[in-house]
């Protein structure tokens, strides 16, 4: 069955793409590399010359959305894409599997963060024996300091949804047994 962790490696592929310019600049201009940390590039086409079973299967996760743009066909449906033309981060659960995605849409006259759902956390759960814990305010924020090198051992960081602490976000603090520090990275 197609999910997210399949698409999300096509998105990985995409970033790989010789015609993916764009978003590598970007990510160039905001210091992050894809090489190092898990970026895709969905490009918003993942689903053109599918059939109709693949489709439904994404619209069900909510990634494609009917749409009731014109198409050139009256056979064919058209779609909204989630995150179209945009940097894709992956959210993980507690069995590290993707089960939700942090789009960047870049190439917006004022660029949009979106998330597909509210599951799951970036960049995954942390290690039950983490003894300090950073929260930063935004996948972005979480990503730069995963890539600063600054993580000592025993450290991790997790990323609020959309500057807030979700539900799971408290369970991941109340179940680590080690925990002694807690630090909130504020914008």
């Given at each position: 069955?197609?999910?997210?962790?399949?698409?999300?490696?096509?998105?990985?592929?995409?970033?790989?793409?010789?015609?993916?310019?764009?978003?590598?600049?970007?990510?160039?201009?905001?210091?992050?590399?894809?090489?190092?940390?898990?970026?895709?590039?969905?490009?918003?086409?993942?689903?053109?010359?599918?059939?109709?079973?693949?489709?439904?299967?994404f619209e069900a996760l909510?990634?494609?959305?009917?749409?009731?743009?014109?198409?050139?066909?009256?056979?064919?449906?058209?779609?909204?894409?989630?995150?179209?033309?945009?940097?894709?981060?992956?959210?993980?659960?507690?069995?590290?599997?993707?089960?939700?995605?942090?789009?960047?849409?870049?190439?917006?006259?004022?660029?949009?963060?979106?998330?597909?759902?509210?599951?799951?956390?970036?960049?995954?759960?942390?290690?039950?024996?983490?003894?300090?814990?950073?929260?930063a305010p935004t996948v972005?924020?979480?990503?730069?300091?995963?890539?600063?090198?600054?993580?000592?051992?025993?450290?991790?960081?997790?990323?609020?949804?959309?500057?807030?602490?979700?539900?799971?976000?408290?369970?991941?603090?109340?179940?680590?047994?080690?925990?002694?520090?807690?630090?909130?990275?504020?914008?």
């Amino acid at each position: 069955m197609e999910n997210l962790e399949t698409l999300f490696q096509s998105f990985e592929t995409g970033i790989r793409s010789i015609k993916a310019i764009k978003p590598k600049d970007y990510l160039k201009n905001i210091g992050l590399d894809y090489a190092e940390l898990r970026i895709g590039f969905n490009s918003g086409q993942f689903h053109h010359s599918k059939d109709q079973e693949y489709k439904d299967k994404f619209e069900a996760l909510g990634v494609l959305k009917k749409s009731d743009a014109g198409v050139r066909e009256d056979t064919l449906t058209a779609y909204t894409v989630f995150g179209r033309y945009g940097l894709i981060f992956p959210l993980m659960d507690k069995e590290n599997a993707i089960v939700n995605y942090f789009a960047l849409r870049f190439d917006l006259d004022t660029p949009k963060e979106e998330y597909l759902n509210e599951n799951g956390i970036y960049p995954a759960y942390p290690n039950a024996l983490t003894r300090r814990l950073y929260i930063a305010p935004t996948v972005i924020d979480c990503a730069s300091l995963m890539q600063s090198k600054t993580l000592e051992n025993k450290d991790a960081v997790i990323a609020m949804h959309n500057g807030e602490l979700l539900p799971q976000h408290l369970d991941i603090i109340k179940s680590l047994y080690e925990l002694e520090e807690v630090i909130v990275i504020k914008r």
